[in-house]
């Protein structure tokens, strides 16, 4: 019922920033919550955030906590993720998800876009 297009990611040098934009299109009236993985090469998926569309409640895993920040354009249909002091194990694809369940947007998210990835050098 909604289709997923990251952008943004790209090369940047330890202590960076970057933006990833998330752009929603479909069925987008149902207002899904919406969140970010992220996996590493030989590593497991991982959660990194999630926002709750109607109250603007927020989850980030301990180890973007302070770094991240997830945010929307109601208007737009997108939602952002703000990486600051970017680190090499940062390195990953991150991919933007959906789900119009709060409690399944950090677990089993049933939409999932293409990813882009985002390398961190030292």
């Known amino acids: 019922q909604v289709q997923l297009v990251e952008s943004g990611g790209g090369l940047v040098q330890a202590g960076g920033s970057l933006r990833l934009s998330c752009a929603a299109s479909g069925r987008t009236n149902r207002r899904y919550h919406m969140g970010w993985f992220r996996q590493a090469p030989g590593k497991e998926r991982e959660f990194v955030a999630a926002f709750r569309w109607s109250s603007g409640i927020t989850y980030y895993a301990e180890s973007v906590k302070g770094r991240f920040t997830i945010s929307r354009d109601n208007a737009k249909n997108t939602v952002y993720l703000q990486m600051n002091s970017l680190k090499p194990e940062d390195t990953a694809v991150y991919y933007c998800?959906?789900?119009?369940?709060?409690?399944?947007?950090?677990?089993?998210?049933?939409?999932w876009g293409q990813g882009t990835q985002v390398t961190v050098s030292s």
């Open positions: 998800v959906a789900d119009d369940i709060w409690s399944e947007v950090a677990g089993n998210p049933d939409y």
